[in-house]
């Protein structure tokens, strides 16, 4: 069978409530927007884990992270873990990644034949978190509130240098394949790390919301000790009480977050414009690894299974799903069997461990049943935590923490919990008990607790004497570039252009 070309677009801390059918209508994302029109939309997807490393790499293997065991931003990524790259790859595609991947440990390719950038992010263990100091801060990684207070405009920053690099070298690969010098199809992964905080934006962008209706969140901060016991814990975790957070500072943060949408919008219109002008086909996937809260309740960033954190944007263009609106709660772990589907490759030896289901039969208008999983066991949290979105309820549940439901239907911003509510205890029992089928959270809770003193103890190691990171150093060979004198000039002329010139 003739195997499509993929083209992936993944985003960093992208709020999928800004997508209710594609880009909202007041965002200027141009090209996102013409991207939605001939895609699949899913309006409720979710993040396997709302943090960077854990849901990464649920998306790439189709896994949880207590199948994966990255259960945060320092957790190590099996090699033995198949991932989208290394199924396209064995079946014969080439496989390359231009950006974030946040891959911990010495593997940072997962299947990539080839990488043209390095990672943003550490890839060593520094940045474990630790059970047995519940309520410790750790300073220098940690989130705190000055991404909210110091927002504003700039036109460099460290992610914008990152992501200016991403596209360059996306956008030089789109015109490389174009060449045809490889004749097998190919899988391309574009990764930026924008709109994540902090919240920095180039002016251009900055000016398009000056009039925004948009920059206060709807539901206005909650009293510190009117927060559920969670909230609480990203409060204390993100130093809240070393910060006066003004008005001012809401809208400036949630402006520039706006403005980014619209610099990556640009970004990923260079990719486009590339693939278009050298008339390649490919289906496109456009997707997120978690959301930002953006102020809603008073909360900044992720690392919660309310909406705005856990909710993300995902939209698949693909000959055989039809464009519309999908309504059917899925998850970013079914990515990776989505991808395996539309090209053909078969995950049969290793569905038995993987929990994403393939999302193409419902861009043909195909029906699921079966709850979306949710899991979080990084920073903020003292022991884990899981969820299930199933139908319209949210159903939430730690060993440390009254169970919270949610009837996202009549309230979407999550403010009135159920779960005590006597006419909704036949709801609460259903989803427990699936919940309690699915998860063992005291074998959870000792899992993490052996992977994070494991990770400590061998970080310490190594930071002692010589230090070898496994940073990824992006491979440029340059005898193999431009002109040299092992290849004849009217060669290099004619196979590097295109379309071909007589």
């Not at 103890?457 to 990171?469: C, D, M, Q």
């Amino acid at each position: 069978m003739s195997r499509p070309n993929i083209l992936i677009f993944m985003v960093d801390q992208l709020n999928g409530t800004f997508f209710p059918d594609g880009p909202a209508e007041w965002l200027h994302a141009p090209n996102l927007k013409k991207l939605a029109a001939r895609s699949t939309r899913f309006q409720n997807a979710y993040t396997a884990s709302p943090l960077c490393a854990p849901g990464r790499a649920a998306f790439m293997s189709g896994q949880l992270p207590s199948g994966t065991g990255v259960y945060d931003n320092a957790a190590e990524f099996a090699s033995s873990i198949p991932t989208y790259a290394h199924h396209l790859r064995r079946a014969g595609y080439q496989t390359c990644l231009s950006g974030k991947m946040h891959f911990v440990g010495p593997d940072q390719l997962h299947g990539f034949e080839e990488r043209l950038t390095t990672d943003i992010y550490p890839p060593d263990f520094g940045w474990t978190p630790d059970y047995r100091k519940p309520g410790e801060r750790i300073e220098w990684w940690y989130h705190n509130m000055g991404s909210v207070t110091g927002a504003g405009v700039a036109e460099i920053s460290n992610q914008m240098e990152y992501d200016d690099e991403v596209a360059y070298h996306a956008t030089r690969k789109v015109y490389d394949l174009a060449r045809g010098h490889d004749d097998r199809p190919w899988c391309l992964t574009v990764s930026f790390t924008h709109p994540h905080d902090p919240y920095v934006a180039r002016k251009k962008y900055w000016d398009l919301y000056e009039d925004c209706d948009h920059l206060l969140p709807e539901v206005g901060a909650i009293p510190y000790e009117d927060q559920d016991a969670h909230s609480k814990r990203i409060f204390d975790a993100n130093d809240w009480r070393s910060f006066d957070i003004t008005e001012e500072d809401i809208r400036r943060s949630r402006r520039a977050y706006f403005a980014n949408i619209s610099y990556l919008d640009d970004k990923i219109g260079e990719v486009m414009e590339a693939l278009e002008a050298t008339r390649q086909e490919a289906v496109i996937l456009f997707v997120s690894d978690h959301g930002d809260m953006l102020g809603e309740r008073g909360l900044w960033f992720k690392m919660s299974f309310y909406e705005g954190s856990s909710r993300v944007p995902m939209m698949v263009a693909a000959p055989n799903m039809e464009p519309g609106l999908v309504t059917t709660p899925v998850s970013n772990i079914d990515v990776c069997p989505t991808l395996c589907e539309l090209a053909g490759v078969s995950m049969e030896e290793v569905m038995p461990w993987t929990t994403g289901e393939s999302l193409v039969h419902l861009g043909q208008g195909g029906t699921r049943d079966t709850p979306v999983r949710m899991e979080y066991a990084a920073e903020a949290s003292y022991a884990p935590m899981v969820s299930l979105r199933y139908g319209k309820w949210k159903y939430n549940r730690c060993s440390l923490d009254p169970d919270q439901l949610f009837d996202l239907e009549a309230d979407p911003h999550e403010l009135t919990n159920l779960a005590e509510e006597p006419a909704h205890q036949g709801t609460v029992q259903t989803l427990r008990a699936k919940s309690e089928a699915r998860w063992d959270l005291a074998a959870f809770d000792a899992a993490v607790r052996e992977s994070q003193a494991r990770r400590w103890v061998v970080y310490e190691a190594l930071r002692e004497g010589g230090y070898f990171p496994w940073d990824y150093q992006p491979l440029q060979k340059a005898s193999e570039r431009y002109m040299r004198n092992h290849m004849d000039l009217n060669v290099v002329e004619k196979n590097q252009r295109f379309p071909r010139g007589e």
